[in-house]
């Protein structure tokens, strides 16, 4: 579904991705794991473009996202991303989060697209809070409401950076219960985590960051039992 080939991507004189390659086929749950400043989240703001990248191909199926004529929009749509941060808009009720996309990029009718909300918001555990605000819900609630605008698009796979990491320890499971769930549902998704647990269980394959490229890739089991390089081992080692 998604390849990459020798992708870079330089900052000024700072190098943070040197040559990434990487594949990810339909259905596959993939964490990236690896150190804070390792290029973790640049990886995912170029694949859907937020960065543009120095040098490299990217293709989503046959796309090749990065050629000029490339449908920017269209390939944003196809590959939803989830902050650490929510970044819910503020000025709107939870139900409005999760229709404007729809109804604005994806020319759906309100009630199309309030009926659909209405059932991602229950699959989520938020029916009751469909006229709430963003800040009269806690975090886990936010991120949740987050994952569920982000499905309201229908995307063909979705990059989550660090979707926990701003959490109370007490809302972190329900969060990572709504990724469970779809991972069971055979979504492709690509997250960046330190919950190495979750990563362990939930995902197909571990790509271990560090110096510019993917330094390491395996199976959970590979990855965190196994690790071949000094690198990964080190920071596996000092992850546990
Ligand atoms: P990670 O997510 O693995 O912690 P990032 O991708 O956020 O790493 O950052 C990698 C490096 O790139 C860091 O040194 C960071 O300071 C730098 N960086 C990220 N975004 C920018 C930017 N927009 N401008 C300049 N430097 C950046
Ligand atoms: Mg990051």
Redesign the pocket.
């Known amino acids: 579904m998604i390849k990459v080939e020798h992708l870079s991507k330089k900052?000024g004189e700072?190098t943070?991705l040197s040559d990434v390659n990487a594949e990810i086929k339909k259905g596959e749950v993939i964490s990236i794991i690896?150190p804070?400043?390792?290029?973790?989240?640049?990886f995912l703001r170029c694949l859907n473009l937020l960065e543009v990248p120095s040098g490299g191909n990217i293709f989503i199926g046959d796309t090749d996202i990065l050629h000029q004529s490339a449908d920017v929009p269209k390939i944003r749509q196809k590959m939803g991303m989830v902050f650490q941060s929510f970044n819910l808009f503020a000025h709107l009720t939870v139900l409005e989060n999760l229709t404007i996309g729809p109804i604005k990029l994806l020319g759906w009718s309100k009630e199309q697209a309030e009926k659909k909300a209405i059932g991602l918001l229950k699959m989520v555990g938020l029916g009751e809070k469909i006229d709430s605000f963003p800040d009269e819900l806690s975090g886990g609630q936010k991120q949740r409401v987050a994952i569920a605008r982000c499905l309201a698009m229908e995307p063909e796979i979705i990059l989550f950076d660090e979707p926990t990491s701003a959490l109370d320890p007490t809302m972190v499971s329900e969060v990572l219960a709504v990724i469970r769930r779809l991972a069971k549902e055979g979504m492709t998704m690509a997250i960046?985590t330190h919950e190495m647990d979750f990563a362990r269980d939930v995902s197909n394959r571990v790509f271990y960051?560090d110096e510019g490229i993917i330094y390491e890739e395996g199976t959970p089991r590979q990855i965190f039992d196994f690790p071949q390089k000094e690198k990964t081992r080190a920071f596996i080692h000092r992850i546990r």
Do not use: A
């Open positions: 900052f700072l943070v690896g804070s400043g390792t290029g973790k989240s640049t960046v960051m």
